[in-house]
């Protein structure tokens, strides 16, 4: 650049910040195309479609043992199926994955899960892990800002009796955003009470395929439930608080069929209210299994004057039976008695005769008293000092 003055020309150099501009400029690029790189970058034994925009990762049976990396960062939609991944580590997803909102993980035989894991997944909506074999969920598992709106947990428990670790999972207050969960065919036997109390914006609970016996109350109390499929259980009887606490979520469809429900006087406050409530979608299919002279009979069919108590009516059997059983155990008691007394009769007649003698040796002193104190001769004699 040439510079005019008055007298002469001076030759200058660019301005140094100029210099500096371009630097930073190629910097930027260089780093925006190591971006795009790792952005589009399809993990090893993985099959990706959708590069360079929303990315669909599949990785399905691949024998994968642990979660492939490095993943793309715009990835979508994950699916990481059929594999054999037991523990999902606190770092099993190390990257901020801020466009995942599809994850499935299913069929992996997952076991534990570490605190943290789904912490990177700020827009994940919905989770499937069914089919795993889970007994550690840590309820650290998911960031408190999460915006998860469906979980699928179908055949995932190792076994019934870690339905505790789903209940500290969503009693966390972690999950409030949880519209959909999903519990089928886990061999559930009983749910905790007020498990579902943390989860105020649950629209559809499926329960379907347990071995549920019954309901606390206040199982669903306070919920805004849409749809409650609990069909393919043990129930026998339905609580009239657990009806109270579904007349209070209008517009609930409720499925019940193939349940074990017992049609005796206890059930007749179900059977009134099926007949007012239209709640239960497949009402005219629940059908009664005991007593057999009831089996197969729908619940809609029954006439109440049907039902019976077996209690009520056994009950004089039972108490003449209780009698008997009484009878027999203070008749033994007596036995064992006389077989002790039997047994220590030596010893027990020494101490009769202790106590005899002992008892005639006390008489005789207070006879002897009783002889002084009567006779006139030593009563004189005691009182003379003379003699």
Same mark, same amino acid.
Request: proline share 5%; charged share 25%; aromatic share 12%.
């Given at each position: 650049m040439l510079v005019a003055g008055p007298l002469f020309y001076i030759k200058t150099r660019p301005p140094y910040h100029k210099k500096l501009n371009h630097f930073q400029t190629g910097l930027v690029i260089f780093l925006h195309v190591l971006v795009s790189a790792q952005a589009t970058t399809c993990p090893q034994n993985c099959e990706c479609s959708g590069l360079g925009r929303t990315v669909i990762v599949k990785c399905v049976n691949k024998d994968l043992n642990a979660i492939p990396q490095p993943l793309p960062l715009n990835v979508k939609t994950l699916f990481i199926t059929g594999n054999d991944i037991p523990h999902l580590k606190h770092d099993a997803f190390p990257q901020s994955l801020d466009q995942l909102t599809n994850l499935n993980l299913s069929r992996n035989k997952i076991e534990v899960i570490d605190p943290f894991v789904f912490a990177k997944m700020p827009s994940l909506k919905q989770l499937d892990l069914s089919n795993n074999r889970i007994y550690k969920f840590s309820p650290k598992g998911f960031s408190t800002n999460n915006v998860l709106h469906e979980l699928n947990l179908s055949s995932t428990l190792f076994n019934n009796s870690f339905i505790e670790e789903i209940s500290a =999972?969503? +009693?966390n207050e972690t999950l409030v955003n949880l519209v959909r969960l999903e519990l089928s065919g886990?061999?559930?036997?009983? =749910?905790?009470?007020?498990?579902?109390?943390?989860?105020?914006?649950?629209?559809?609970?499926a329960l379907r395929n347990n071995s549920i016996v019954n309901l606390k109350n206040g199982t669903f109390k306070n919920l +805004?439930?849409?749809s409650l499929d609990m069909r393919e259980n043990s129930l026998k009887e339905l609580s009239n608080a657990t009806m109270d606490d579904f007349d209070q979520q209008p517009g609930i469809s409720i499925q019940l069929v193939n349940n074990a429900w017992v049609c005796d006087c206890n059930i007749e406050d179900l059977l009134v209210w099926l007949g007012r409530s239209d709640a239960v979608l497949d009402k005219g299919e629940l059908s009664c299994a005991f007593p057999d002279s009831l089996r197969d009979t729908r619940l809609l069919e029954v006439n109440i004057s049907e039902l019976h108590c077996p209690f009520y009516k056994d009950m004089k059997s039972v108490l003449q039976t209780?009698? %008997?059983f009484l009878g027999i155990v203070l008749a033994l008691i007596g036995v064992i008695f006389l077989? %002790?007394?039997y047994l220590n009769r030596?010893? $027990? /007649? /020494?101490? $009769?005769?202790? $106590? +005899?003698?002992a008892c005639r040796d006390h008489m005789e002193g207070y006879h002897y008293r009783y002889e002084i104190s009567t006779d006139p001769r030593l009563t004189n004699l005691s009182l003379n000092p003379e003699v």
């Open positions: =999972l969503v +009693r886990n061999g559930l036997v009983y =749910l905790p009470e007020d498990m579902f109390t943390s989860l105020p914006n649950l629209k559809t609970l +805004r439930l849409k209780s009698y %008997v077989l %002790v007394l030596k010893g $027990i /007649k /020494k101490w $009769i005769y202790n $106590i +005899r003698d």
